[in-house]
């Protein structure tokens, strides 16, 4: 299996230089690398489905004295899977998009795809930059030049950041050279296993966008073109959760401090609220979207916190079950997020644009995209037949059980997680009414808009092929758990087979709380059906007629689409949301404009806010280096003589300091 | 004194360019003397691939180690490219009127010159011949440096010649103290100055006269080095000036004063009295690399933002000599030589066609320039360490070896590889990307570029799928420097 | 046996839901009448609306998108779902396994996106007001409601509302502070959510007193008939949620038949003490202006918060 | 072998005197205002050097010794104070030295350094004591010259300081027994070359700032590239 993946590796860069050499044929290219995700995801189905045991395979090539070694086993295979449907299928939508980087596709799912088969940290690490600078690379080529050159700067500093850490991390753990096999024999203890967990966090948990060091995330991902987005939202963050996973519960030693699960939990819960909230405030569908992606990875981050906590405290149970929530999250979110991007890059390309306030009624002009919309949002808002419910179910249903961990810290800091968790969760569904309401429902609030029409017949097709596949976890969360058994075996000990039957998902095995999804859904799909029948049975009368709107007048015959200013748009949904939790978390200020008496021009209604983390985390670094630079500035205006004296300095230091160690 | 023993391979390394060197102080026209140039460096980089083959390289004075030799190759193979490079170059700065005809003349000769005093330093097994090829050798390029006239050009050549002739004094006079250590141990006369011997008598030599002499010789080639404290002349240097020799040539000045710092930290090392020198490396290698990395920040001027680079990079290889990752250190020192060169070269051609070489002047090169643009971004990410290109390879190793063993070390160091890296794509983004400045000249043809994509893929090559051989090659000189 | 008795309690159940929500409602709105010294429509009066309703025309806006014509639906399958999972007269009906404290949340929160989602088809302004103070009070109410489930959770030891109904019913725990604090916490979530009175006034139509019906503002016909009978099903699953779960006596065990009708006895009893309390509460309480809300629902949060950490000192969990 | 070493031996003492003479030099160098009186000073520390040079080869009984001694009388004696004194007229020199340090802190610099090179060098076993006098005296000279050129404002000035550092060079090549011939030579050879190159650049910073005082080359520093 290790073979076909590395088969699969070589035609992605291999289809990666050939675009770059001949980019007429992109399309052709760009579909056979869809082709190949696409077998790749059936390959690793496979091999999850019959469970195949784990491989290694040393690569003949490879740097000297290190060399290249790549593993798959369960937990790897179940990454996999999620990168290449979310790979999949952005490489399939963007065989028509005019992206100058296009080359560079292949070569990021390729990075993607090493670290995950990684066997020994130089793989992992090298793994780590390639993706980072594939995306980076092609945030630059895409989209307006100031704009993206900064998103693209504040990425690859970030990126470089983490990747410096996590090095520094599996040093620090692990020490130099050697596979992961030789590192699961000696896990880090004491002092370095505390350094070790702190690096990994800031490391792999900024790329992935836990707080604090998301504040990137919603400025770099929307800058990229829409299938790059889809991927880096959809799959690269879940790439960096996979080397947390790795690296904390499986080379970690089975038995961490109970303490180990608390830094994820606290900064899940703050994801989940923070990110949500943003979510609320943002006015670009993209940023909408990166930003319930940090909320989606922090209600992740609770889980495997969970998953930690009860490993360290030995109950395997709740361990799988917490692991199940994280890895069945993973997959949901990655295959509605991709989803939501591509529709997303959709609406930006028929619409001209992604401000939320120059969007609305599209659902008139590209219904399949607007219903294949409302799935994948209503998957991201966790509402009960999508398998975004199945998960939060999960995560709660772990976060109620954990209290019995014991220690009084962790039974206080449990309820306040949950809160987090929850408040959070109603925030997604408010940001994702929100997102859908404004872009899809009510009138065009831009001429430009109305000239929108459905997206070509393969790319309605592929919205369907997720909203589906999302639709099919979401009856059936039990076949995506069997999918993630494997991994749960590798890291718990035990799997869900018991508990997570064809029709739901249960805490234990008998009694205890039980999610029956496919019952759930029978009954709804019963009553809408019965409904539907008696409605169809004696028709009565149905016209149009203009909005009732409480008796208000007719819009003038000058507006085409009616006054669509009286509509709420962005702005004003979240007005409420702004004047409670906007003040305190992000600052936020009204900034109306009402025209002088006699002036023409329009009342603006604005908002203005700023995210906590760029200011008080972003802005104190860059002020730090201006002011190390300055400082190192003066030693380069240096006159002559000045130099010369520092020499002389520099020599009369030495020869005391050899002088005093001489005499010790 | 018959010239037998000068007939040793190691001297017509040596000896090919210094003759062609005075050759082409004759030739008048350009175009045959950048011919010479070219072949007389391909014959030096022939003749210096078949030292490691031959048995007895040696000669009167010369007995080179497997050090010596490696740079050898290193430091010929990055003077063909210059000299590659040097044929359009010049054609264009004659054709601008920046350079006359005698002084395209005097280049030429400066160059082979520059060359051939490097390998003879790197090839000198005599401290004294060392101490005077690197002499000889900073004094051409001085004089290379000084050709263009410019006011800012001429401030480079004085502090270059100014901080480096301080330099070269410590270190004579360190070579006059390590012959003293030695006289006592090996006796007076030649024998006394061969570094082989000196190596070889290390533990019977008085420590304390091998400590004075480590202060001086450190600081003397430190300075040649640019490391830290004495790096004032380094970005002057590289910045002004023709770019083949002043940027992509001087490269290999820095790698011949870190062999002899080397063979001195071998030689203090294996001294049981004598203090342990990689204390000193450490300090002011993490002193070039926070420097360096820090100071990319407040640059205009492209070229000395890449010396700074250079010297970061360079700072960070003789950190990981002191301390211990000999073998990650020595290839991080190759893999950046080869990447800077093609940098350097890209960069002079782009500076060349912008016509001037601060950032304002060089914008948008892959809008106006494809393969030139695109090949100065690979450079970038070569010199950036990041993948597909071998220097991550050598960084990981380094900084995993600091990070395993002294943590503490670890945090300033990786934050200025990380400061520096950050500032070298902030400038990939400027000057390859975003609307193009107007350029003076016709888009570079492919060719011209080969040079800089060989360097390239040979980062490429060596960093993943380095040959055993040269594998081989590397764990020797490993061990032959750890005492 | 069991099955087969689930089977039947969950239809008699389904039969009496049918009939009591309307009836409920209808209750409600004669007694709160009464209360202000009205006569107030007939108890039946809901059934004929619900029926006069459905056979008027439909009239949509012009602009209105199929969304409009689905939303009513899912709104009326949500809310009945929710009615059907919640045990009223005896435990163990067939979807006893599945009836979960989590689920019906999500239920009624696949309502409010339905109603949103329908309110901003039309394209007027009164939809926005509802969802904007709808998406303001989520999020202070859902965490409250969570945390009183975690108080639950803990005492019964799973969410499943069966579970808990039939622990609490046989458990001789008495009257626990935690519970006690959960009640009055699950109380103020439970007006939010439906819009009562202290929070929203659901009987005006005056823009800045509604939450509910700003967002139905654009239904007629068949499809305002699907609102108001899912409005009248979510108000009688929440009654019958506190009923069960916070007055647990007198429901029969499962698989009983005997004891069903003095099961249905109780339940009856207990609906109606509650719809009179509430009652009560709304003739006594005049509208809270919405941003003082937040600090209500505040307050409930805070005390779902001492329930449970009130739950782990006294039963000094371990 | 140098003879039996030790205080009241001759050839030792002798060879004490000339490069104590030549460390006092490099402190008049220190001293000096006049342009005029630095060129005359350094003049004589060079022939201190040569006359070094001779005793040491009378002393050594070798020939090169003798053979550097001649170069070093030529080309450091007459060749460079020549050129100097050429180069000072044309370029309309200033008459007095930019003193940017003052006279009595760069002596108390000059002892500091002296007694530092004292310090480090004495703690070196009784070997061979000329050598270890010779390397004392000449590291002295080095240092005074490096201090030369760090407290003088004048390219001129510093270039002398240069000579002076080179100087401290011969001295202690010249005092090494048995050091080959090589580098003698070559310290001169390089040092000619390198006054050419001076040369070069006196008359090109003179054409391009027409002075020879450090503060025009200082103002390109400072300012921004």
Partial sequence: MLLVLLAILAALVGIGVAEAALPQLGRLLRTTAAL????????????????LPAETLQLPFGPPG???????????????????????????AARDEPLAGAPLIPVFVAGMVITLLAGDGFTLFLGFETMSAASWLLILSHGLPLAAAKAGRLYMTMAIAGALTLLGAMAVGFGVGGDFAAWRAAPPTGLRAAAFLFLVLAGAGSKAGLPPLHGWLPIAHPAAPAPVSAMMSGAM?????????????????????????????????????????RANFETDIKAVLASSTIENIGVIAVAL???????????????????????????????????????AGAVDHQAGSRRLDRLGGLIHFMPVTAVCAIAGAASLAALPPMVGFASIWMVFQSLLTAPRLGSFVLQMLIPIVALLLAGGGALALSAMLRLIGVTFLGRPRAVRTAGAHETRLPISLLFVGLAAASAVFGLLPGLALRLASPALQILTGTDLSGRAGWFGVGTQATGGAYY????????????????????????ALSRRARAWDCGYAAPPPFLPFGDTTTQYGAASLSEPLGRTLGVPLFDWQMATSIPEPGETRPARFGVVWYDPVLRFLHAPVLRARDWLADRAELIQRLTIRRTLAMMVAALVALLVIVAILEQS | MNLGPMLSLAWFVALVPLLTACVLGFIRHPGTASLVNQAAAVLAFVLALLLPFSTDPGGLWLAPDDLGIHFAILTSFIGVSAALMSGPYIRIELETGRMTPTRARAYHALFQAFLGFLLLGLLADNAGLTWIAIEAATLSCVLVVGLAGTPRAVEASWRFFIVCGVGIALALFGTIVLYLAASAAVGTGFAAMSWRAITAAAPRCNGLVLNLAFVFLLLGYGTKAALAPLHAWMPGAHAEGPTPVSAVLSGSLLNVAICVILRTRHILASNPMAISPNDALIALGLASVLLGGISLWRRADAKRFFAFSTMEQSGLAVFGFGIGATGAALLHLTLHTLAKAALYQCLGHAAQRKGGQSFTEIKGLIASDRTLGLSLAASIIAVAALPPFGMIVSLFLILSFTAAHTPWLAVPLLIGIGAGAVALIHRLQTLCLGPPTPSKFPPVAALTLLPALVLLGLTILLGFAMPPPVAAWFARIATELTP | MIQLAGLLAWLLHAGLVALAAPALTGFTRKLRANLQGRRGPPLLQTWRDLIRLWRKETVLADNAS???????????AASATAALLVPSFALGLSTAATSDLLLITGLFALCRAATALAAMDAGTWFGGIGISRESLLSFFAE?????????????????????????????ALGLRVSLGLGLAAAISVGLTTLGRLPIGNPSTHLELAMLHESMTLEFSGRSLALIEAGAQLRFFTWLALLATIFIPFGIAPAGDILDWPRGLLTFGAKMLLLTCALCFFEACVARMRIFRVPELLGIALMLALLAVLFLFVSQGYT | MPAATGFGVFDYDMEHLLEGVALLFSFVLLYQRRLSAVINTYTAQALTVAASCFWQSHVQHS?????????????KGIGFPWALNRIAKQTHAAGSVEMSFGVYPSLALGVFLACLALLVVMRIPAGAALTRETLAMSLSVLLLGLAMMVTRGSALTQTIGFLSVENGLALAAVGMPGMPIVVELSVAFLVMIAFIVFGIFFFRIRAQFDSLELHHLDRITESPE
């Fill in chain 1, 36 to 51: 190949i995700c696409a077998a790749g995801l059936v390959a690793v189905a496979l091999d999850l489905v019959l469970a």
């Fill in chain 1, 305 to 343: 916190g969970l998953a930690l906590t009860a490993r360290a405290a030995h109950l395997p149970l709740l361990a799988s079950l917490a692991l199940g929530a994280a890895l069945l999250h993973v997959l949901g979110h990655g295959i509605n997020k991709t989803l939501m991007f591509l529709v």
């Fill in chain 3, 143 to 171: 965490p409250a409601l969570l945390l009183v489930f975690f108080t639950l959770a803990l005492v019964a030891g799973s969410t499943n509302l069966d579970h808990i109904a039939d622990v609490l019913r046989t458990g």
């Fill in chain 1, 516 to 539: 029956g999804a496919l019952p759930i859904a029978a009954i709804l799909a019963a009553i809408v059906a019965a409904v539907w029948l008696l409605l169809r049975r004696h028709p």
């Fill in chain 1, 66 to 92: 290190v060399g290249l070694t790549l593993a798959l086993d369960g937990l790897s295979g179940f990454f996999l899977l999620v990168v290449f449907i979310s790979s999949g299928a952005a490489l399939f």
């Fill in chain 1, 237 to 277: 963050t879940k790439v960096a959760l996979y080397v947390i996973v790795r690296l904390l519960f499986d080379l970690a030693g089975p038995n961490p401090p109970l303490w180990w699960g608390v830094p994820l939990l606290i900064m899940g819960s703050l994801g989940a609220l923070l990110g949500a909230a």
């Fill in chain 4, 63 to 75: 020939g090169d010794l003798f053979a550097t001694g001649v170069v070093t009388l030529l080309a």
């Fill in chain 3, 66 to 76: 199929p969304v409009s014509e689905v939303a009513p639906l899912v709104i009326f």
